[in-house]
């Protein structure tokens, strides 16, 4: 079975479940912090709608060099907006992932700042590491977040004890 079948599938479903989440963010409270530490509320969730620029990275190009792309640090102003970008980001990654061939995901990728590599690894360890699962450690977090403002939590792998 081509790489591609597993990963499509698990793709959708998380991107889904993630578009889920960032819905219920409450605009008003982007600058929310549980702790001074923490990223605020809307700094996590503008992280979490970027992560999908990722696999369009990792599939465009064998690197990443991290000076190339401008501070994303900025706290989002309006769900609205960050919802679009998120699904834009989608949208282009998918364009991009139903047509990886098992080559081209097993070719090495490199993440680097200027002259300083920091990894090597198959494509397919990238989408899986900085994708995939990026999304749900910082969907987990995200979701703690919407707790602690009584935001009602959906559905992510199963009910929760918002929504039976």
Not at 56 to 63: G, P, S, V
Not at 64 to 90: E, H, M, Q, Y
Not at 108 to 127: D, I
């Amino acid at each position: 079975m081509p790489l591609i079948d597993a990963l499509v599938p698990e793709f959708d479903h998380e991107m889904a479940t993630t578009r889920r989440v960032l819905v219920r963010v409450p605009e008003a409270r982007f600058a929310w912090k549980p702790h001074a530490k923490s990223m605020s509320l809307g700094e996590l969730a503008g992280h979490l709608a970027n992560i999908p620029f990722w696999c369009t990275a990792a599939l465009r190009e064998t690197f990443l060099d991290l000076d190339t792309i401008p501070n994303r640090g900025d706290l989002p102003t309006a769900l609205d907006s960050l919802l679009a970008s998120f699904d834009t980001k989608v949208s282009d990654a998918r364009k991009l992932l139903v047509k990886a061939t098992d080559g081209e995901l097993m070719a090495p990728w490199t993440l680097k700042k200027s002259e300083q590599e920091f990894f090597t690894m198959p494509r397919v360890m990238v989408l899986r590491n900085f994708v995939l699962n990026h999304s749900i450690h910082h969907r987990g977090q995200l979701s703690v977040y919407l707790r602690l403002n009584d935001v009602p939590v959906p559905p992510i792998y199963g009910p929760t004890a918002d929504e039976q």
